[in-house]
C-alpha cells in the first residue's frame, strides 16, 4: 500500500489480491456517477461490491456500473436477498442464468429471511462453488432471533467444507442483530466462541457502524475482513485500519510512544 507521506509505526496493510484485510462495500443503489466518484478515491481500499438486497434488479446502468467496478479490480455480487427470492420461487436456474447473463464470478448464498434446510443450502454452495466464488451469510436477519454459538460454528465450519470462500458473520446494513445486540454493541461471547473454531481469515465480519469497526480492528488488526460499509466511509476505515483516527490511534504505537514528553 502506498502513502502521501512518510510515517513509522503503521500497520503494514495487505494489498490487491486479498486474503486478508478484505473490505465488502454495499452499494444501495448508487449511480454510475457517484460509483465513479467513489472509486476515483476509493478504488485501492475496496475488494468486493454487493449489490444490497435486491437493487439489482431495479438499477440504472447495471451492467455498466459492474463494468465499472470489475475495471478497477473489485469483484462485484449480488444481495444475498436476491438469491432468497429466486429461490424461494422454485427459480434457482433462472438465478444462475441472471450471474451468467452479468458476467459475474462471485455470489452469495443467504438464508436470513426464508428458512430453508441447511443441506440444502450445503447443496446450493456446493453446485455454485463449482464456477463461483461463494460467500455464505451465517446468521438471521430478525431482531431477537438467537442462535447458540455452537450452531454458529457448526454452520459455518459445513459451509466452508461445502466450498465458500468466507462466511459472513450476519449483522444486517443496520448492524443490531446476529453478531452485534439491538444497540450494536458486539455479542463478546459468541464472537470469542466463534474465533476458538472458526479461522478468523475465513470470516467476513459485517460491521457497517464505526464501533463496531474498531471492535474488530483491535480485536484482530488493520487486516480483519469486514463488509457492509458505505461507500463514504472506506477512507474512515482505512484510517482506522492503520491508526490514523482517535478511535484506534494507540492502537499500534509501540508501547513506549504515548505522548510528546
Known amino acids: 500500500m502506498s502513502y502521501n507521506f512518510k510515517l513509522p509505526h503503521l500497520p503494514k496493510r495487505t494489498s490487491k489480491p486479498r486474503e486478508a484485510g478484505v473490505t465488502m462495500v454495499m452499494d444501495k443503489g448508487l449511480s454510475l456517477r457517484q460509483a465513479e466518484d467513489f472509486l ?11 449489490l ?24 462485484v455480487y449480488l444481495g444475498g436477498t436476491l438469491f432468497e427470492a429466486y429461490v424461494v420461487r422454485n427459480k434457482f436456474d433462472d438465478y444462475v442464468k441472471v450471474l451468467d447473463s452479468l458476467k ?28 463461483f466464488t461463494v460467500f455464505s451469510e451465517v446468521g438471521s436477519k430478525e431482531e431477537g432471533i438467537i442462535i447458540h454459538p455452537n450452531k454458529w460454528i457448526k454452520l459455518m465450519t459445513a459451509e466452508l467444507e461445502a ?5 459472513i458473520a450476519e449483522a444486517r ?6 453478531i452485534f445486540h439491538r444497540n450494536g454493541a458486539a455479542h463478546v461471547v459468541l464472537i470469542n466462541k466463534i474465533i476458538a473454531k472458526v479461522p478468523a481469515d475465513k470470516i467476513l465480519w459485517e460491521t457497517p457502524q464505526k464501533g463496531q469497526q474498531v471492535y ?29 483516527r482517535a478511535d484506534t490511534f494507540f492502537t499500534f504505537l509501540p508501547g513506549g510512544v504515548k505522548a510528546e514528553e
Open 40 to 50: 476515483s478515491m476509493s478504488a485501492d481500499f475496496v475488494d468486493f461490491v454487493k
Open 52 to 75: 444490497g438486497f435486491g437493487s439489482s434488479m431495479i438499477t440504472n446502468d447495471l451492467k455498466a456500473k459492474i463494468k465499472l467496478y470489475r475495471e478497477h479490480n473489485i469483484k
Open 104 to 131: 459475474l464470478d462471485t455470489v452469495e448464498v443467504s438464508d436470513g429471511s426464508v428458512e430453508m434446510p441447511h443441506e440444502k443450502k450445503l447443496e446450493y454452495i456446493s453446485t455454485l462453488a463449482k464456477n
Open 163 to 167: 466450498g465458500s470462500y468466507k462466511v
Open 173 to 178: 446494513e443496520s448492524g443490531n442483530v446476529g
Open 216 to 244: 474488530f480492528i483491535n480485536l484482530f488488526g488493520a487486516n480483519v475482513n469486514v463488509g457492509n460499509i458505505s461507500f463514504d466511509d472506506v477512507i474512515p476505515l482505512e484510517t482506522l485500519r492503520i491508526g490514523l
